[in-house]
């Protein structure tokens, strides 16, 4: 029963981060198998959790310096990554399940339209470097989560 739960919060955290508009993401996966360590009450429970944990840790890093950098280096104002975010956010409430898809892209590209002076070929350019920073930060996320996700599977056959 515990077992089935934890493996349920764990689907659910990494369909969080595959599918940004559901709730849930890598730390939902790493209190999952904190549960479980404590449930298990041993100090295989324990290790399993920690090495999760590490590679949960790594990814929250990885996944906001990386793309980060990306963007930096593009030469991407912070401006512009935080109009994408407020018209993600305004999408998500004015277009159900697919307004964070339609209203980053457009913010960052209305936004970088504006700072090229009306350039559409550089506004896309830059929106295409946005999105595939963002394809990046969900990729170090999911690949944080699914390492968590099979130690926690090694640690049953340990226990």
């Known amino acids: 029963m515990?077992?089935?739960?934890?493996?349920?919060?764990?689907?659910?955290?990494?369909?969080?981060?595959i599918v940004p508009i559901l709730p849930g993401g890598a730390l939902l996966v790493a209190a999952a198998i904190l549960g479980w360590a404590i449930w298990l009450g041993e100090p295989t429970g324990w290790v399993i959790f920690g090495i999760s944990a590490a590679f949960i840790a790594i990814g929250l890093i990885t996944k906001y310096a990386v793309p980060g950098k990306r963007l930096k280096d593009s030469g991407m104002p912070l401006s512009t990554q935080i109009v994408g975010g407020i018209l993600a956010i305004v999408g998500f409430f004015v277009i159900p399940v697919v307004g964070v898809f339609v209203g980053f892209p457009l913010g960052v590209f209305l936004a970088e339209l504006r700072r090229h002076g009306g350039d559409?070929?550089?506004?896309?350019?830059?929106?295409?470097t946005a999105l595939k920073a963002i394809g990046l930060f969900i990729l170090i996320d999911a690949t944080a989560a699914t390492l968590a996700t099979i130690t926690w599977v090694v640690g049953l056959f340990l226990t």
């Open 120 to 128: 559409a070929g550089e506004a896309w350019a830059s929106t295409w």
């Open 2 to 17: 515990v077992i089935g739960l934890v493996a349920l919060v764990i689907a659910f955290g990494i369909a969080g981060i």
